[in-house]
């Protein structure tokens, strides 16, 4: 099959020298393209790069005949419509060419999308990995966007979404797919059962956005009210809050800030560490609608992993420890897993290797994927 992604991504080596693209996003629309491109799709992709590019990364962003790259230069209007424009016609060319087409989240670059594949009779597929609804916003001008994107939703033939309250927001009729991301192989393929040999501390890590919305915030206070000597917090990632975790950091010896980390750096931190905790924060209404897609990487080490209760927690009971949000300081309780623990957690996550999630998002046969 051939098929046209359109996305928000840049090779991963470009992705760790950029401030503002998120690592975690762009790892998943790489993996989508890479585990198609395994299961013998061609895959064409246009990347619409709307965050700021220094000069000499961008010159290393090149089209070729299945990679487009379409850059806004600038937040100025004129280079905004410039670059949508841009982005219209190249997406048109292409539409016309390949059988199916997938969406990465509702981006404005892309809200034509759906009539498009519609007018050509393509199959369209929504992947929505985080959407906020108008409830999550204070300004008209935000709300009003939400609503827009909520109507563009449901314009989609079929939506796979990362959060179960997504299919409230389908109009009938339109097909859900329920799927919390994936796992590639290779990472699967990194980790094995060690258990702890020293008496050093007990090593927690947190990775990914550094946000109120992920919960660091709450995740600091709790490692300052617990006293214990024995522990150890590495967190690593990039986001607006940043500086509070290097504050953090500097009063308190247990805490280690790494930064944001190459690929191969942030598998050997997770190789490293004892317990992975997600202490997303479930009081915000932007939460009920997206997955904290870390939760598929933490189980995929096979250690133990401590989370507050997601939207859809339940799937996981067997394989987190979950707190309640008023529990935080429970966050950090444990020493680490079993090899009982490591082959339950290796074993449950094998349903979410990207290709099997792939061939459900394409209707094809797959026996071991997960439902």
């Keep these: 099959m051939k098929i046209l992604f359109c996305g928000i991504m840049v090779p991963e080596e470009i992705e760790y020298r950029v401030k503002d693209i998120s690592a975690a996003g762009n790892r998943f629309q790489n993996n989508v393209i890479k585990n198609l491109e395994m299961l013998g799709h061609e895959v064409i992709t246009v990347s619409y790069v709307a965050v700021p590019i220094p000069e000499g990364i961008r010159k290393t962003l090149q089209d070729t005949e299945s990679r487009r790259y379409i850059i806004r230069k600038s937040a100025e209007w004129k280079e905004t419509c410039r670059a949508v ?220 992993v401590i989370s507050t209760k997601f939207v859809g927690w339940e799937k996981f009971e067997e394989n987190i420890k979950f707190i309640e949000m008023e529990e935080m300081e429970k966050i950090f309780f444990g020493t680490g897993n079993t090899e009982e623990e490591f082959l339950r957690n290796r074993k449950f996550i094998k349903g979410y290797l990207w290709q099997n999630q792939l061939r459900r998002l394409l209707g094809e046969n797959c026996e071991n994927c997960n439902s």
């Design 85 to 304: 424009i841009n982005c219209r016609r190249t997406v048109e060319n292409l539409v016309k060419t390949v059988d199916s087409v997938i969406c990465y989240n509702i981006f404005y670059s892309y809200y034509f999308l759906p009539w498009m594949a519609r007018r050509h009779l393509k199959k369209n597929i929504l992947i929505l990995a985080d959407y906020s609804g108008p409830e999550s916003f204070k300004s008209l001008g935000r709300k009003v966007y939400a609503r827009l994107q909520a109507k563009i939703l449901q314009k989609y033939d079929t939506v796979m979404g990362l959060s179960a309250n997504t299919e409230k927001r389908l109009k009938k009729g339109q097909q859900f797919i329920l799927m919390e991301g994936g796992i590639d192989q290779e990472f699967y393929d990194c980790f094995a059962f060690r258990g702890k040999e020293t008496d050093g501390p007990i090593i927690f890590m947190y990775s990914g956005l550094l946000s109120r919305v992920t919960g660091v915030d709450l995740l600091l206070k709790a490692m300052e009210a617990n006293r214990k000597k024995n522990i150890r917090l590495v967190i690593t990632g990039k986001g607006n809050l940043e500086q509070l975790v290097r504050d953090a950091a500097q009063r308190d010896g247990r805490i280690d800030y790494k930064g944001h980390l190459a690929y191969k750096s942030y598998i050997e931190e997770l190789q490293n560490a004892d317990i992975l905790v997600n202490p997303r924060n479930m009081g915000l209404p932007e939460n009920q609608n997206n997955f904290p897609s870390k939760i598929l990487d933490y189980l995929a080490t096979g250690k133990s």
